[in-house]
């Protein structure tokens, strides 16, 4: 997922997601949750109806989406009948859905996520609906909307960045600099809690354990490359391998700073303590906007890069997840819902939806970045100038390895950050459960 385009709005990726957490060695099949159903209809569907299965339940989201399904049927005379579900159960429902008798549009995330179940033959090849929007993509966003057998099964809408958060007037009224490299970073968190600040946000309760994965991906990016990471999150590295085990040796130095008791915290409960001033770093994504409502507290925030932990990787690698959306195997409206996801590709869509949630940079090059607020417009750079863009360890993986394996070892190693051996040799003990040679 190299880099390719000139353009800084051209490789983004995703949103915030939730990856369900659960039990050390189970499969996925073990994780018990509310069933996501589709609104769609069966047989004599409505063909004036495209239905559209949509995770985006938090409030600003949703009112987003809503904007943009209504101007496509003013545009279309087609009526979008939207079932929301919440991003929990839409993460952990996702397969049964999909086996089901899904919504004709989904909304879905780019890369490893979209190729697993394109693999699966839960989604159709849109290669058609590329034939319209293409232009307004780069070769590094076609890349990402594409399955292993080189045909298009994705639409991408937003993505944004995750980096250091922080409130400017903390800094400046305590004298604090930006760090650069992770003596600093752990030196800086360590001036912090002698100031009586938490140093690092921390909230990974319940169905936010995914919450974790950005400081784990950043770790490993700059310690050991975007190849290695890379190589690691789809199996074919052992976990047991010394660079990974440096990940948590690294990881540790940290640790000592986090907000106290941060598994019974939801991720929007430890964004809000740094918005209060009660925090003074959060590792997190671009998404932390969502909780904004006081325009003078978004002029306030900002963000540094992952500080550089090996000079041979610098700060190259960018965490920008994507999110869009994909067409179900057999939709009800199949022409119907290409119109839909036509639309959905265009400029016009990414600035509506933009105008609602400006937590998010549109992926369509031709979308107008004059409305872009000031972390948007650094968002876009960020991203624009990254050598390589990672779509998030629960992205770049697969989802069951992730979320019942990685996460459940990474979370209860976070109890106790004592040596983080025995935690890695568990992991691996299940890769060859989920990656075959």
Known sequence: MTQQSRNPLAARGPS???????????????LAAPVLTACGGGPGADPKTVTFGSNGADATPKKAYATVTD???????????????????????????????????????????????????LATPIDDVWDKIGGGFSDAA????????????????????????YRKSVFEE?????????????????????????????????????????????????ANGYDFHMSLLRGETSWTDK??????????????YYQPSGGGRSWQDAAQSLLDKKSGMSVTGLFLGQQITDETVRGDLDFFPFPEID???????????????????????????????????????????????PSNLGVNDKTATTSYNALQKKSAELIGSAKN??????????????????????????????????????????RSRYFTA
């Open 174 to 222: 305590r004298g604090y600099e930006v760090p650069g490299k992770w003596s600093e970073f752990v030196a800086l968190a360590k001036k912090m809690k002698a100031d009586g600040l938490s140093p690092v946000t921390s909230g990974y309760g319940g169905g936010d354990t995914w919450s974790i994965l950005g400081a784990f991906d950043y770790i490993d990016l700059r």
């Open 243 to 256: 660079r990974a085990v440096a990940v948590l040796d690294t990881w540790r130095e940290l640790t000592p």
């Open 389 to 430: 863009i990672s779509q998030f360890a629960d992205r770049d993986s697969d989802p069951g390895f992730i979320s019942t394996v990685v996460l459940p070892g990474l979370t209860e190693w976070l109890s106790h950050p004592d040596d983080g051996a025995e935690t890695l040799k568990k992991i691996e003990s299940q």
């Open 16 to 30: 915030r997601r939730r990856v369900t957490g659960g039990l050390m060695g189970l499969g996925a099949a073990a």
């Open 311 to 357: 000079s041979a990787h610098g700060q190259d690698a960018v965490e920008a997840p994507t999110d869009g959306f994909m067409l179900s195997r057999s939709p009800k409206n199949d022409d119907g819902a290409r119109k839909f996801l036509e639309f959905l590709g265009g400029a016009q869509a990414e600035e509506l939806y933009g105008g609602v949630d």
């Open 142 to 165: 076609k890349q990402l909307s594409k399955g292993e057998d080189g045909k298009y099964y994705f639409v991408p809408l937003y993505n944004y960045p995750w980096a250091v958060f």
């Open 71 to 121: 101007a496509f049927t003013k545009k279309s005379g087609l009526k979008v009948k939207t079932n929301t579900v919440d991003h929990d159960t839409f993460q952990k429902s996702i397969t049964t859905y999909l086996q089901g008798t899904p919504d004709d549009v989904f909304t879905w995330f780019a890369g490893y996520r979209m190729q697993y179940f394109a693999k699966k033959n």
